[in-house]
């Protein structure tokens, strides 16, 4: 099992930037796959980034360019560092894991992008 614990988030101007942060109760060395979803209020949940163990990468399309994901192994530490953010990426984000067929969830963290 892994429990995962988000923070960063917080209110924004548009052009903004904030970075993600979350931590992992273990190594996520041997993590298949680490990434975020956020969930925007009256939609459903959606992939914005993940990063295997491995080092491959992917983006929605909608942040391509504006957000990177990485990971920092021996913190045990997955970041979404965002940029040129707009108000439609307000939105809770989560962290999510995937290991040996589970997933694993962090409580989310809120993004708000509002002048």
């Known amino acids: 099992q892994v429990q995962l614990v988000e923070s960063g988030g917080g209110l924004v101007q548009p052009g903004g930037s904030l970075r993600l942060s979350c931590a992992a109760s273990?190594?996520?060395?041997?993590?298949?796959?680490m990434g975020w979803y956020r969930q925007a209020s009256g939609k459903q949940r959606e992939l914005v980034a993940f990063?295997?163990?491995?080092?491959?990468?992917n983006y929605a399309g909608s942040v391509k360019g504006r957000f990177t994901i990485s990971r920092d192994n021996a913190k045990n530490t997955v970041y979404l560092q965002m940029n040129s953010l707009k108000p439609e990426d307000t939105a809770v984000y989560y962290c999510?894991?995937?290991?040996?067929?589970?997933?694993?969830w962090g409580q989310g963290t809120q993004v708000t992008v509002s002048s």
């Open positions: 999510h894991a995937g290991d040996r067929g589970r997933d694993y």
């Open positions: 273990r190594s996520i060395f041997s993590i298949s796959a």
């Open positions: 990063i295997t163990s491995g080092g491959s990468i």
